[in-house]
């Protein structure tokens, strides 16, 4: 495709339960990042992948929280036995390594936890 | 830390030109960004700025000094749907991330 897409759109859960969210990164772009954004609120980094190098995991806020990406294309970030405060938007973003034409973002994942 | 500081809230008119302010800091840095970001949708990149000085890109001009840890972005003309969060970030070499502020929302009145 021609942006970055991700999925799924809106997911309700309850409380304790385990969720998976998918982001597709914008066809070679080996910078990919993981954003949660609450109501009102600005970005705040979760985590960070660059190609086959390690990831940049100093974001993730509980070790409830983990992520993963294939190669350089599809990343999926999951978080266990959600909370009430895990409520938020997810943005996912990819760049290129050179980052000079900024960031690019999917349309996000809007988590509600009940 | 890397602290991003820009303003929470700016008013202004239609057809007017507004400066959203932003300071960063500045060990590590490498490039400062802008991203718009309308009510409800993701953010969408507006400017990036490594070198000092003035880019100019239509109606959108962003600023940088890096001496002063210093960045604005500079919008002329206002339009309605200028009305819009406006998110300063600072790439750092130190870390494989950008780390945005809060977001300055701008209103515009007719």
């Known amino acids: 495709g021609a942006g970055v897409s991700q999925s799924p759109s809106n997911k309700v859960t309850e409380k304790g339960k385990d969720v998976e969210l998918r982001c597709d990164p914008i066809?070679?772009?080996?910078?990919l990042y993981w954003y949660r954004q609450r109501l009102g609120q600005g970005l705040e980094f979760l985590i960070y992948?660059?190609?086959?190098?390690?990831?940049?995991k100093s974001g993730l806020p509980s070790d409830r929280f983990s992520a993963e990406r294939t190669g350089e294309s599809v990343s999926t970030l999951t978080i266990q036995r959600t909370q009430q405060e895990d409520s938020a938007v997810y943005l996912c973003?990819?760049?290129?390594?050179?980052?000079?034409?900024?960031?690019?973002f999917g349309p996000g994942t809007r988590l509600t936890v009940t | 830390g890397q602290n991003i500081d820009q303003p929470t809230e700016m008013t202004a008119t239609e057809g007017a030109i507004v400066q959203i302010n932003c300071t960063y800091q500045?060990?590590?840095?490498?490039?400062l960004f802008w991203y718009q970001q309308h009510a409800g949708e993701a953010p969408t990149f507006l400017s990036y700025?490594?070198?000092?000085g003035l880019e100019e890109k239509g109606r959108f001009s962003s600023f940088l000094s890096r001496s002063k840890g210093y960045s604005y972005l500079l919008l002329k003309e206002l339009q309605m749907k200028d009305s819009a969060s406006y998110l300063c970030?600072?790439?750092?070499?130190?870390?494989?991330?950008?780390?945005f502020g809060s977001g300055t929302r701008l209103s515009i009145r007719p």
């Open positions: 500045t060990s590590g840095f490498n490039g």
């Open positions: 700025n490594v070198l000092d």
């Open positions: 973003a990819s760049s290129l390594l050179d980052r000079t034409g900024g960031q690019y």
């Open positions: 992948f660059q190609g086959n190098s390690a990831p940049d």
């Open positions: 970030a600072a790439g750092y070499s130190s870390a494989s991330k950008i780390i």
């Open positions: 066809s070679g772009h080996t910078a």
